[in-house]
Every structure is written in C-alpha cells, then in structure tokens.
C-alpha cells in the first residue's frame, strides 16, 4: 500500500514537472499524437471468433492500435498481440506502461475489467517488429 502511494505522489510530481516544460520534446511528443489521431482514424472492425476489435496499423513506425469494438467479452494482452501479429505479419508486444506495476497483472489479466477502470481509455498500443 505504501509503495503504490509513493508512486502516486513521484508520479504526480513527475507530470507537473512535465506540465512546465515546453520544448523540442513536447514538440515530438504533440507530433507522435498527432500521428497516432491520424491512425486510430483510419481504423477498421477485425474479428477473432464472436469478438470484435477495432484496428489500426502502422508497420513502418512499428505501431498498432487495438481497442474492444464491442462490450459483453473478456480480453487479454495476449489475445490482441496475436490478433495484431496475424493481421500485420510482425511481432506485437503490448505496451503495458503502468499496468506492469499493479499487483496481479500479467498478460492473462482480463483487459476489460481495467480498461472500464479507465475514464480516458481510447485504445491500447501495441509495438510491431516487422
């Protein structure tokens, strides 16, 4: 308990440090979510089984986008690396960021429960090796 309160608080002192700088890297950073804006809006409906996920790709910036195009189904990491490695024909790690701090998560934990966890959940990122 204290550690993840000790995270939080380095956590947040570390996003308004971020907050007051404006630089070539916010530059970069307001750029690459351009990039990504454009991408998510090319996204298309894909299937594995009943399940419904939206998808977008990018193989030459090593990149995928997935997000559940549908409720009612339980989805893991796993599932959406091996969906977007059979769509793309590359690797797919899942970018797991800050979900490899919490306790109990690997790449079997249900990705719903967190997600709706979530108040700006948009989509999950996934890294392509092509």
Request: aromatic share 10%; proline share 2%.
């Amino acid at each position: 308990m204290v550690l993840k309160h000790c995270f939080a608080l380095g956590f947040s002192a570390l996003m308004i440090a971020g907050c007051e700088y404006a630089g070539p890297a916010s530059d970069a950073a307001a750029q690459k979510r351009a990039q990504n804006e454009a991408l998510w809006a090319e996204r298309t409906t894909v299937r594995d089984g009943s399940k419904a996920y939206a998808f977008s790709a990018d193989t030459t910036r090593g990149l995928a986008l997935m997000a559940p195009a549908a409720d009612g189904f339980a989805y893991t990491a796993s599932d959406l690396e091996r969906i977007a490695s059979a769509k793309t024909g590359c690797t797919a790690v899942f970018q797991d960021g800050i979900l490899e701090l919490l306790d109990g998560y690997t790449e079997k934990t249900n990705l719903r429960s967190m997600q709706e966890q979530l108040d700006s959940f948009r989509r999950w990122q996934l890294k392509l090796t092509c």
